[in-house]
């Protein structure tokens, strides 16, 4: 049974190829690769290396499935291994969450600082590469890796995989069917399940969505993989990820 669907998997994966793309260039970008807190803000985390080792400190094998993927895709990779308790790349300034328990309430210069240093720069990088390509006139696929935590707060999620877009963006959300449609037979094959928009939802706060107000929707197209951590907290899984989804995005057409 799982042959057989791998057979039907390719086989469309192989249809499609003499197709056009529906983008011209293609990012990798993965927010929360790491756990690392700069020694300027070590004292601040004290006692904490368990807390920062689990889901609260960064997205657990997210950062091996992006440089895998970007790899075999040929794109370019923007990462980030500083901590997301020390700022969170993929939250907008204004948003409650930038800023985690053990950094909030630091004074205001001493947030501006991390900001500054730790958070401006990779965003500002990601978005001046962006700018280039449009320029150009090339339509550019944004695809931001995370992975995600079993169980939240009581509640066990039932995916092993989430694509998040926004539905309201017409070209993004036909990429987003059209992705979740080759990458379903596969991961069906592994036993993987794959829903739209889960465990969170593509139009909340987050980078793609602040990049979405600077770029027409016709020119980017911000999709998030969201992975469970069962799966990619290993080698292995990470290993199979990367070549679902590479494989995946070399068939998406027009």
Not at 80 to 95: A, C, G, K, P, Y
Not at 140 to 146: C, I, P, Q
Not at 158 to 169: F, H, S, T, V
Not at 210 to 231: A, D
Request: some cysteine; proline content about 5%.
């Amino acid at each position: 049974m799982k042959t057989s669907r791998l057979k039907k998997a390719r086989a469309l994966i192989s249809s499609n190829k003499a197709k056009a793309k529906p983008f011209d260039s293609l990012m990798i970008t993965c927010e929360h690769g790491g756990n690392h807190i700069p020694a300027r803000y070590q004292k601040l985390f004290r006692g904490q290396s368990p807390l920062l080792s689990t889901h609260r400190g960064y997205d657990i094998g997210a950062l091996n499935v992006a440089r895998a993927l970007a790899r075999r895709a040929d794109a370019p990779l923007f990462y980030s291994t500083t901590s997301r308790l020390l700022i969170d790349l993929n939250r907008s300034l204004h948003h409650k969450a930038v800023y985690s328990e053990f950094t909030r309430e630091l004074p205001d210069d001493e947030r501006a600082a991390i900001c500054v240093h730790h958070y401006a720069p990779y965003r500002l990088n990601v978005e001046a590469w962006l700018r280039s390509q449009i320029r150009l006139g090339k339509k550019v696929l944004h695809v931001s890796v995370h992975s995600f935590t079993p169980k939240l707060d009581g509640e066990v999620r039932n995916a092993e995989i989430g694509l998040l877009y926004d539905p309201k963006r017409k070209p993004e959300a036909q990429l987003a069917a059209q992705l979740f449609k080759v990458t379903k037979p596969a991961a069906k094959a592994e036993g993987w399940r794959i829903r739209r928009n889960y465990p969170y939802h593509g139009a909340s706060d987050g980078f793609t969505t602040h990049l979405r107000q600077l770029f027409e929707p016709t020119r980017y197209m911000g999709i998030e993989i969201e992975m469970n951590q069962t799966v990619v907290e290993g080698r292995l899984g990470q290993g199979q990820m990367a070549l679902l989804f590479s494989r995946a995005l070399a068939t998406l057409v027009l």
